[in-house]
């Protein structure tokens, strides 16, 4: 009789005491943990709720708010909606999506499927969207639609799988270095526009230091919430201005409220036009979940130990629940895209936890930061907001890139990535490099004499020509003027 997840931990897990370093304890924890797909998990009989599971979930949650009032923000630029409603349908998001759904999905049916997030890669195409006729409803359905065959079809974890150590390296470490220069301008901009340009550099030298040293001690999960603490607090008392404008409260939950013609967005129901005018959109977002996802999915393999297989975060689950996510969302009159959530996964995998703990902590601090509404404020001041994206998003992407590029053959495949990412986008770069790799055209050639015709070139092949054409469709070549 096959072993279930219940008796598997129980019998295997062992108390915190009985181990010399903490490290060991957590190590042993996600060797004894054997998650199913889509059945009942609950804690403390299929897994524990540890303290450095708060990390994860106060950077998740700082990631949320900071991440849908981006997009949201975006959209309502384009539709002239108030400042209010942004406020509005964050918290709206906060409650629905990152609350209730990330703790019946991901904490407790499906531990192995990540969070669901926020796409960022989409915020800059939403004016682009939104004068191509795009409704915001219509583009949420599509892509869950788009994303849930992917999931069905198992072509995300074959994506992942053909995507060589030299193209993942250069894809990371291009996303970590183009992340973290734009949020330091950024930071930059904001200070010089308050005139206080000494704070960002103050905080941003203060940050160097403390990030170093917990690098030297072993204690990178608490980056997050450190280093945002130390820059919200070293940023007030020199001067920079702060004050809580967000009071407690619900939103509106009728979905009726939201798509009306006077009320929400404002917009009305869509109708077939613009359906049809958001489907390049739907399929460029989707076609960028894989290297999303895969650059997640890398931070667990290199942080948990060799044989914690039953606890790695499953691709084709993590699109299933981001699809059904997104459609549910968008339906209920939420403006987020979805994607797997980077800002809970990479500083979970870093602290040697699994996803379901830190889910149910995440959740419960979502529905507090929207119903109090004061949390909100201080998540979105820019000292926290970019030092939490700096030492928990891109910073680590930079250096789980730099230490998978080991050999000669990788970094002439991470070379070619991270050319290509800089001529178009991340998801031209991953693409065209995966072809390239997969041919043997560069990397380990030996690699790629053992794949079969359909990995070599069928899939990668598709892919990329299902790319360009997307990224054609809505003007994202260099020099080739958008159809849509």
Known sequence: MKENNQNHYSKNRKKSSEFDKREEYLEHELLSMKFRRWKVHLPFRDFHIEFEDLVPALAATIGKVVMVTAMVAAFAVQFGLSPEFVAENVRYELLIAGGIFVLIFSAILNPRANLAGTHGPMIPLIPIIAAAGGHPLALGILIGVFGLILSI???????????????????????GAVGLIGQITKFELWAAAENASTVSFVVIGITVFVYAYLARIKKRWLAIPLCSAIAG????????????????????????????????????????????????????????????????????EMN?????????M?????????????????????????????????????????????????????????????PMDL????????????????????????QMVKKQNDSLSAGTCIFACAFVNPVFGWALTMLLDNLGLIGDRERAKKLTLKERLIIPGIMFLICITALALVGQLPGIPGIV
């Open 153 to 175: 079809t198992k072509g995300g974890s074959k994506l992942m799988e053909l995507t060589g150590v030299g193209v993942r390296g250069g894809l990371l470490i291009y996303l």
């Open 379 to 402: 998540a979105m001041w820019e000292p926290v907001l970019r030092i939490a994206l700096i030492v928990g998003v891109f910073l680590p992407l930079l250096e789980a890139g730099m």
């Open 233 to 300: 607090i070293t940023a007030y008392a020199m001067g920079a201005g702060f004050e809580f404008t967000t009071e407690p409260g619900l939103p509106h939950f009728n979905p009726l409220w939201w798509w009306g013609e006077n009320t929400g967005w404002k917009l009305g129901w869509p109708d077939f036009g613009h359906y049809i005018a958001v489907i390049p959109f739907a399929i460029l977002a989707v076609a960028m979940w894989s290297p999303d996802y895969l650059g997640h999915r890398v931070f667990q």
């Open 314 to 374: 499953d691709v084709d689950d993590t699109m299933t629940v981001s699809s059904i996510r997104q459609v549910v969302g968008a339906f209920l009159g939420g403006g987020n895209i979805a994607s797997s959530w980077g800002t809970y996964m990479i500083p979970a995998a870093i602290a040697k936890r699994p996803i379901p703990g830190g889910a149910i902590l995440t959740a419960l601090l979502c529905i507090l930061a929207s119903v109090f509404g004061y």
């Open 304 to 312: 948990y130990p060799k044989k914690a297989k039953d606890v790695l």
